[in-house]
């Protein structure tokens, strides 16, 4: 089915939204996170800072957003796209290891303010919650199972998985005063998020498997 083109209203909103990360992103990338208020955010987009309060609740959130964005849909798509004879399992996992290891997802330099700034660091980690809806979504799809809590529960232990593999590959660098507060990439982030989420194959295999669960195959 083809997707609906979104409204002038959608579409405002849409700009609005991108207008505000790629400011918080360079204006943090140009004066260091601590020095950009909400004010110089809104004011570099070209709108209020109540308008800005309508799309994000802090600094850390719209810096964050330019790196992230859209990440939740794409994962929902592209577990949408397999065909049903995909293991449910394996759409799940290559979609999070694509989307979260693509080579022009996190830019150098924005790896380099997120590492060096504890809040920002939270901030990203928070971030990988926002793909728990949408992949419920294309669970609840595959499944066949737009009721209950199989879908939500699933995607839920997803992201926390994912939570997990961003936290172990965003080590601290250690705990001299030197160091302190600073992290380092460390190890290969797709392996990392493959074992986080290997315990949750046997779950998103019996969800699969139960009979009742696959009106599409019918």
């Not at 959608?10 to 950009?36: F, S």
């Not at 850390?60 to 798509?77: F, S, W």
């Not at 065909?83 to 290891?97: H, M, S, T």
Request: aromatic content about 4%.
């Amino acid at each position: 089915m083809a997707t609906r083109p979104a409204g002038l209203r959608e579409r405002k909103k849409q700009a609005t939204r991108e207008a505000l990360r790629e400011a918080a992103l360079r204006l943090a990338l140009e004066q260091g996170p601590d020095n950009v208020r909400v004010e110089d955010i809104a004011e570099a987009a070209g709108v209020s800072p109540r308008t800005y309060n309508n799309y994000f609740s802090s600094r850390e959130q719209a810096i964050v957003a330019a790196i992230t964005t859209e990440r939740e849909a794409r994962v929902e798509a592209a577990v949408a796209a397999r065909p049903p004879e995909v293991r449910l399992a394996d759409a799940v996992i290559d979609a999070i290891v694509t989307q979260y290891t693509d080579p022009g997802e996190i830019p150098r330099e924005a790896l380099t303010l997120i590492t060096a700034h504890p809040s920002l660091r939270e901030a990203f980690l928070r971030a990988s919650s926002a793909i728990s809806k949408p992949l419920a979504n294309a669970i609840a799809d595959r499944l066949g199972a737009f009721d209950g809590p199989t879908a939500p529960v699933l995607a839920a232990s997803v992201a926390a998985a994912v939570r997990v593999a961003l936290e172990q590959w965003l080590q601290p660098a250690g705990v001299a005063p030197a160091t302190a507060g600073l992290v380092v990439v460390s190890g290969s982030l797709p392996d990392m998020l493959r074992a986080a989420l290997a315990p949750l194959v046997p779950a998103l295999d019996a969800a699969e498997n139960r009979p009742s669960q696959h009106p599409r195959h019918q």
